[in-house]
């Protein structure tokens, strides 16, 4: 049966893909992100250092903060990591989807955990982070729940470069992401999950690694993972070194295969996770926006 023609349109399903390597922002980061790509595209001329650049940044911050444009968020999208739906709490400006334990010049929104121990102690603490990086997708429990901390389902919880998750945090507001610059502030934790799907109900700011944009109502964000790569780090010879040059060393005389090498090369990663040599970086993550 055919569509009657009296009727409208449907509009076409226009889908997107992007590559995220850091982070995915949805609410009041983006926001300022998009004031300050605006304004510096209307007048260029004015940003002409990295101080003065700086300085309009934080214009572009204060504007956010009068406007309140972001309040609410949980309102305003629908959150679900790894099939299953996530409560946002009501006094949250944004959501943050982390692939790195770094955001925005090198802060640290999923904060520290207790467990994590001096370099001292890593050797004894060996088994149990072993344990933490395995640990299963959760989700935050629901608000008003009895559990009597929002973050307790991931105390003991850290993140990893090998687990192929996303960590997925909430912010408060532009001053709290100030204060996460000096270590005063971490974000509050709301999952940790390898495919998290975004439902939009109001036209809203994100960003993907920094770029800026708006995303329409009724749209839907999902972020996944989607392959690793080896990198490389500066490390003082020691006992991983030697590994790796071994594994190389065996690889040349086709002594074990490509497949093999990175298997090894993962394992003496996630077991020096201090300052490794050769370690494998988190997922890249594939982002997909879908909006009617």
């Not at 076409?12 to 982070?23: D, T």
């Not at 009597?148 to 996303?166: E, H, N």
């Not at 030697?242 to 002594?255: P, Y």
Request: glycine share 6%.
């Amino acid at each position: 049966m055919q569509r009657p023609q009296f009727l409208p349109a449907v509009p076409k399903l226009e889908r997107k893909s992007y590559v995220m390597c850091n982070y995915f922002g949805l609410g009041v980061d983006a926001a300022v992100a998009l004031d300050f790509h605006r304004m510096r595209e209307r007048l260029p001329h004015l940003f002409f250092s990295r101080v003065v650049n700086k300085l309009w940044y934080m214009t572009s911050g204060a504007n956010t903060l009068m406007e309140n444009r972001c309040k609410d968020i949980g309102s305003k999208v629908t959150l679900e990591c790894d099939g299953e739906e996530v409560q946002i709490p009501d006094d949250l400006e944004g959501v943050i989807v982390l692939n790195i334990p770094s955001f925005s010049g090198g802060t640290n929104l999923w904060g520290q955990d207790e467990l994590e121990v001096d370099e001292s102690e890593e050797d004894d603490s060996e088994e149990d982070a072993d344990k933490c990086d395995a640990s299963p997708a959760k989700s935050a429990p629901a608000v008003g729940s009895e559990a009597p901390d929002k973050r307790s389902a991931f105390v003991g919880t850290r993140q990893s470069k090998q687990d192929k998750k996303l960590e997925v945090v909430g912010v408060h507001g532009i001053l709290q992401l100030g204060a996460a610059q000096v270590g005063l502030y971490s974000a509050t934790r709301l999952a940790q999950a390898s495919r998290v799907k975004i439902t939009t109900r109001a036209d809203l700011p994100v960003e993907v690694d920094g770029e800026p944009s708006w995303f329409p109502q009724d749209g839907e964000i999902e972020i996944e993972f989607r392959s690793q790569a080896f990198m490389l780090a500066r490390e003082p010879e020691g006992k991983h070194s030697v590994a790796t040059d071994i594994v190389d060393w065996a690889l040349q005389r086709n002594l074990i295969s490509h497949s093999v090498r990175d298997e090894l090369l993962q394992e003496i990663a996630r077991r020096s996770q201090a300052v490794p040599r050769i370690s494998t970086s988190q997922s890249a993550a594939q982002a997909a926006f879908a909006s009617g």
